[in-house]
């Protein structure tokens, strides 16, 4: 049995992760722990994770899941199950906290 069908046997996606977000590049926190990064959560627990460079991007591809306000994911091609803090600033404001680092993403609409 793989990661995905241990963790979504055992919890639920949260819709409001659902969807495309834009690192913000205005918190200086998140700006000097990761950059421009997207993150986009699918309904059927997929992470796409792009780092933007200025001349190419890197594209990680990753499962995930929630339980409670964890964040739980794993990359296939490199198994290891990571958790992650996370909370809504408010509708359109995302908050992952990983290692005591806190990142902010603003949502796209």
């Not at 659902?18 to 700006?31: P, Q, R, V």
């Not at 994770?49 to 794993?74: E, F, P, R, S, W």
Request: charged share 20%; net charge negative; hydrophobic share 35%.
């Amino acid at each position: 049995m793989n990661f995905s069908s241990r963790i979504f046997n055992k919890t639920k996606s949260n819709n409001q992760l659902i969807g495309n977000w834009l690192s913000d590049l205005h918190d200086a926190e998140t700006n000097n722990a990761i950059g421009n990064v997207k993150i986009t959560f699918t309904a059927d627990g997929e992470l796409i994770y792009v780092i933007c460079g200025d001349n190419k991007n890197q594209i990680i591809h990753m499962t995930y899941a929630v339980d409670g306000n964890i964040l739980i994911t794993d990359q296939p091609s490199h198994p290891h199950i990571e958790r992650t803090e996370y909370f809504f600033i408010n509708e359109n404001t995302l908050v992952l906290k990983f290692n005591g680092e806190e990142s902010r993403f603003v949502k796209l609409v």
